[in-house]
């Protein structure tokens, strides 16, 4: 993939030719039918044990990373492997490894971004959990640098994969639903905002031999141990250091099906209004130039009263459902079926449906690695969606409509707004 790695494979493949003329070589050295060739394998790491990521790899797993101890799945730091998987604590140590292609991050929030910049910087493709940011600039960082540097990297929205999704994609593509006008996503809790401020939370003692508590903290402001640490991302995600709440820890994978079905992969919204509780009554609404506007929530979508009943108003519904409304034709759906279309024969060529995407979320990311192709939720698509929830967050936050300039990329005359589109690292991180 790398300059480096093409070297490390050409040299491998050559050592097999030369071995073959004098000895017998078994077929999963060589490759052949069902088997991949030393040369070939992709190799990977995880950094990060926890969540879904911590089961993403590639076709060889060289290491795995994470400041607690216990998440290092029977291995020591330093010890000799007897699985063939060597442990870390710190990730820096994974970016200087020449043999490793790819990594999986799936660390706490307040790393994402840091740790996807620098393994990408290091010439390895990368799977970002989701949320991968913590800023609209932290995203922009992550989508300009794979760009730089060449990197394949899906983000960790694995829902956006399913066949519905892609297929009413494909009826937004093919123009059966005439030009999108208006969309509704699901609520997934998108008013329920980080506790602003420094985590107040009491220090608690801890065993030397838990975790390393100062690469834990990370870029986030210092604080003492607390067992919240231990708890997972619920437990954390809601205090504004380490994490981002519900508008990014979770509606981020109902925003970016949407947005995916109604085809903004390098277009992002210019205004962003949050509930005034007259004209806007959804958490969100975002506007886009073209006209068409995306809303938290469905009130006002004009679709069948019977339907309307029927679909969650709140709660963690990371799968849908969605609206889409076009000049011709409307979808109501989520990530497993189709509810209901208008007209009816819309939904009729799901069945038969082949997805452009294929193999699954994880799966298309490995297959991207060796086409060079772009994965699903590649940078571009993946920047469009986290700047739906921050720009979401920051307009809740500051009560007030805000515009952006897509161009620039700042809030236009909003100061206090811009302020709120990155945020200060404890030294010595960056990105």
């Known amino acids: 993939m790398r300059k480096e790695q093409v070297s490390r494979r050409e040299f491998l493949a050559g050592s097999v030719a030369a071995a073959a003329t004098v000895q017998i070589v078994p077929r999963y050295v060589l490759g052949g039918p069902g088997q991949t060739a030393p040369s070939d394998m ?4 995880n950094i ?4 879904p990521a911590q089961n993403v790899k590639c076709d060889k797993l060289l290491a ?14 330093g010890e000799k492997p ?3 998987v060597d442990r870390y604590l710190d990730f820096r140590q994974i970016l200087e490894r020449d043999d490793i292609d790819a990594v999986s991050v799936g660390s706490t929030e307040t790393w994402h971004a840091i740790q996807i910049v620098q393994s990408m910087k290091a010439g390895k493709d990368v799977y970002g959990e989701k949320p991968m940011s913590m800023t609209i600039r932290e995203a922009a960082a992550i989508r300009d640098t794979a760009k ?6 899906q983000h960790g929205t694995q829902r956006t994969s399913s066949g519905t999704c892609q297929y009413a994609r494909h009826l937004v593509e093919e123009g059966k639903i005439g030009k999108v006008v208006a969309a509704g996503v699901s609520n997934c809790n998108h008013g329920i905002l980080a506790i602003p401020g420094p985590c107040s939370l009491p220090a608690e003692p801890m065993s030397p031999n838990m975790l390393d508590w100062d690469l834990w903290v990370g870029p986030s402001s210092w604080r003492p141990f607390h067992s919240f640490s231990m708890k997972g991302v619920l437990s954390w995600m809601i205090y504004h250091d380490f994490g981002r709440s519900w508008p990014n820890g979770g509606a981020v994978h ?4 949407v947005r995916y079905i109604m085809g903004y992969e390098q277009e992002g919204p210019v205004e962003i209004i949050p509930a005034d509780g007259k004209e806007y009554k959804s958490v969100t609404t975002w506007k886009y130039a073209d006209g068409t506007f995306l809303q938290v929530g469905f009130d006002g979508l004009p679709i069948p009263e019977d339907v309307g009943k029927k679909l969650p108003r709140g709660g963690a519904n990371y799968g849908g459902p969605f609206v889409i409304i076009g000049t011709e034709g409307k979808l109501v759906l989520d990530v497993g079926r189709m509810i209901w279309t208008d007209p009816p024969e819309l939904a009729h060529g799901l069945s038969n449906f082949q997805p452009p995407h294929q193999g699954g979320h994880h ?3 490995r297959n991207c690695i060796r086409t060079r192709n772009k994965p699903i939720c590649n940078e571009d698509a993946a920047y469009q969606t986290e700047f739906l929830c921050h720009s979401s967050e920051i307009a809740q936050t500051l009560k007030r409509p805000l515009k952006w300039d897509p161009v620039t990329e700042e809030f236009i005359g909003d100061e206090e707004a811009n302020k709120l589109t990155s945020r200060t690292y404890r030294s010595p991180w960056r990105l």
């Open 363 to 365: 799966v298309e990311w």
């Open 42 to 45: 992709i190799t990977s790491a």
């Open 48 to 51: 990060g044990m926890g969540g």
């Open 254 to 257: 109902p925003n970016d099906a």
């Open 148 to 153: 730089r540097y060449g990197r394949v990297f």
């Open 64 to 77: 795995i990373c994470d400041v607690r101890k216990d998440k290092l799945r029977g291995g020591m730091p």
């Open 82 to 84: 007897t699985d063939g």
